[in-house]
């Protein structure tokens, strides 16, 4: 009959209820070589281990596996019980059998006649000693032979022996093996409750598995397949049960530099089952983004990683910096952005075009860069600001035939007569517009002829107040200039210098000088001389190196320098001219030549190197604007 065991987690060893044979255990000890002759015959241990070993495949292959359950060597020797030691025969082998759990002890003996080698084998009862079948001895005068001989006598003694013997039926004192192995070998143990050869019927056993180092614990497989790593029950059969265990992995994730992100993985968990897929993430933190992986994992974001041993993955992050490009309010046109990115790393160019819309000009820009041109190239070792400032173009009237315009239009130089009042009708005003100012010179000159040049442009608005030959204006701008040098050691040290600052003007002007009427109106163009001085006051300032922190004007970089160390007083000669939009609103246009004093910053340069002297600064100012008769 079929047998059914389970061996199930808070459950009980079931066995069929029908009555069977009662099973009995054989073990196939350790093969004796006789004192007397063992050093004549030679034998090495391996021969003598092959030796045993054949004796107990014959018993495997002809004894009745249904009657008979041969021992493995594992468990007769892991209960120490391997040769049969010096005593009375009878007595040794009841000791032995009950030591190991079996039934019956077969064993064999070889001895040497003269040349030859003899092999004799036993076969014993455990219960009373009683010897119950042996073979004829064989002899050869070399091993291999004589196993093969032994092999046959075996067969012959172990077939006698099932027809002379009838197996008692299996009563309730039956005993019964547990066999547990572990896969792989080094994956981990099996703990049992009572660990023993042979287990009683009924007899209660736990069995907990438990993974090394490396290892997790998978599942059972044999007599049970839970995949519990406890496992209780009663034994009521010969069980098998295979403790199962997997290799497992760490994955280690960190990022370079400290602070410049983190790593997400998915599964996240503190081990990994071999060849597990795991998904790896980089999250770059603000102002930075991700530049790759330090291993193994390439570019790839997210990253997919097999899990086939222990692994350690580093995600790299690099600085970027933003470009904002700004219209201003007027709108008028776009920008466009080579390359067009989100952020940028340390050093980038970046070409930035200002594109006006039909009807306007570009008329420069403000921010990071101060130019007029549309066209500039930008360098990002910051965050960094560019607005582009667009004007809408006057809209051109009709041109009428030229005999209805003979006498519309006629500009002279021979202004008419008016009177005072006249004359000074635009100096009683308010207005105000844009301006730009360009400082060409200034900077340091050494005796050696060495130079270095600190020029700036400035780009910003105004308001100003005209009373007969006086004005005032009041103005905000903001800008800045690469210093430069025809003769330095290493130009490329040189920084850029920013700077926002307030001015304030005084000039003296004669209005209306020169009139243009415009013939057929009353209206004219009227140009005027002026000349003033007029005082910088910096409110704000940084010098930016290509290879250097950015110094801040505010007394705590390395020179000690305020803002107020560029403040300057000009001198400044030119002209303008204005004419009426409409009765009482005039535009004005002026362009203005002028020299200033040298600025505490640059004294203080040529002082500190030493046979230096500051550098004449001088510049143009441009106004343009508008305003309303008073």
Not at 233 to 257: E, H, K, M
Not at 357 to 386: C, H, P, Q
Not at 560 to 576: F, P, Q, T
């Amino acid at each position: 009959m079929k047998k059914l065991a389970n061996f199930l987690l808070t459950a009980l060893f079931i066995a069929a209820p029908a009555a069977y044979t009662q099973v009995k255990y054989v073990a196939v000890v350790e093969t004796e070589v006789d004192a007397q002759s063992g050093a004549a015959i030679g034998l090495t241990p391996a021969e003598v281990r092959l030796m045993t070993a054949e004796l107990r495949r014959e018993a495997v292959r002809n004894l009745p596996s249904d009657k008979y359950n041969i021992m493995t060597s594992e468990t007769v020797y892991a209960q120490g019980g391997a040769v049969l030691e010096e005593c009375a025969e009878e007595n040794c082998v009841i000791a032995l059998g009950s030591k190991i759990g079996a039934d019956y002890i077969v064993r064999g003996t070889i001895s040497k006649l003269q040349t030859r080698i003899t092999l004799s084998v036993e076969m014993y009862e455990t219960e009373n000693g009683n010897l119950v079948a042996s073979s004829d001895p064989v002899r050869s005068e070399n091993i291999g032979e004589l196993i093969e001989k032994a092999a046959a006598a075996c067969a012959d003694m172990y077939q006698t022996f099932v027809k002379t013997r009838r197996p008692a039926q299996k009563s309730s004192s039956a005993r019964y093996i547990v066999n547990v192995n572990v896969n792989p070998a080094d994956g981990g143990y099996v703990s049992r409750s009572q660990d023993k050869a042979v287990y009683d019927a009924g007899e209660q056993l736990v069995l907990k598995a438990n993974a090394n180092n490396g290892y997790v614990f998978t599942g059972w497989s044999g007599s049970s397949t839970s995949t519990n790593a406890t496992l209780t029950g009663s034994i009521n059969d010969d069980l098998t049960f295979i403790a199962n265990f997997q290799r497992t992995y760490t994955l280690s994730a960190d990022v370079s530099p400290s602070g410049g992100g983190a790593v997400s993985r998915s599964p996240d968990k503190e081990v990994y089952k071999a060849n597990e897929q795991v998904t790896v993430t980089a999250i770059p933190a603000k102002g930075y983004a991700f530049a790759g992986w330090m291993d193994a994992a390439g570019v790839a974001n997210p990253a997919t990683v097999t899990m086939d041993g222990n692994k350690m993955l580093t995600a790299k992050f690099k600085v970027v910096y933003t470009l904002a490009t700004n219209v201003s309010a007027s709108g008028g046109g776009s920008v466009i952005r080579n390359p067009d990115k989100e952020a940028y790393t340390v050093g980038e160019k970046v070409i930035v075009t200002a594109v006006p819309n039909e009807g306007y000009v570009f008329i420069g820009w403000v921010g990071a860069v101060t130019s007029r041109r549309n066209l500039v190239t930008v360098t990002m070792n910051r965050d960094k600001t560019l607005t582009p400032n667009f004007y809408r173009k006057s809209v051109p009237q009709p041109i009428a035939p030229k005999s209805e315009r003979a006498d519309s239009v006629k500009l002279t130089t021979s202004a008419p007569k008016l009177d005072l009042q006249e004359k000074l009708r635009i100096t009683y005003g308010v207005g105000g517009g844009i301006s730009y100012a360009g400082d060409f010179g200034g900077g340091v000159q050494w005796d050696n002829g060495g130079i270095i040049a600190m020029p700036s442009h400035l780009v910003g608005a105004y308001l100003s107040f005209d009373a007969a030959y006086a004005a005032i204006s009041i103005g905000y701008s903001q800008g800045g200039g690469m210093w430069n040098t025809p003769n330095a050691v290493d130009p490329n040290n040189l920084p850029y210098m920013y700077r926002a600052l307030w001015n304030i003007g005084l000039y003296a002007k004669y209005p209306n000088m020169v009139s243009l009427p415009i013939a057929g109106t009353k209206n004219s163009i009227n140009i005027y001389p002026m000349l003033g001085i007029d005082f910088e006051y910096t409110v704000s300032g940084e010098l930016d190196f290509e290879n250097k922190p950015v110094y801040v004007l505010d007394g705590n970089n390395p020179y000690g320098y305020e803002a107020g160390a560029l403040n300057a007083i000009w001198v400044k000669i030119g002209g303008g001219f204005d004419f009426y939009l409409t009765q009482k609103v005039f535009a004005s246009f002026e362009l203005l030549y002028g020299v200033r004093k040298s600025n505490w910053l640059e004294t203080d340069q040529a002082e500190k190197n030493g046979a230096g002297r500051p550098r004449l600064g001088h510049g143009l100012t441009l106004n343009a604007g508008a305003g309303f008769k008073l």
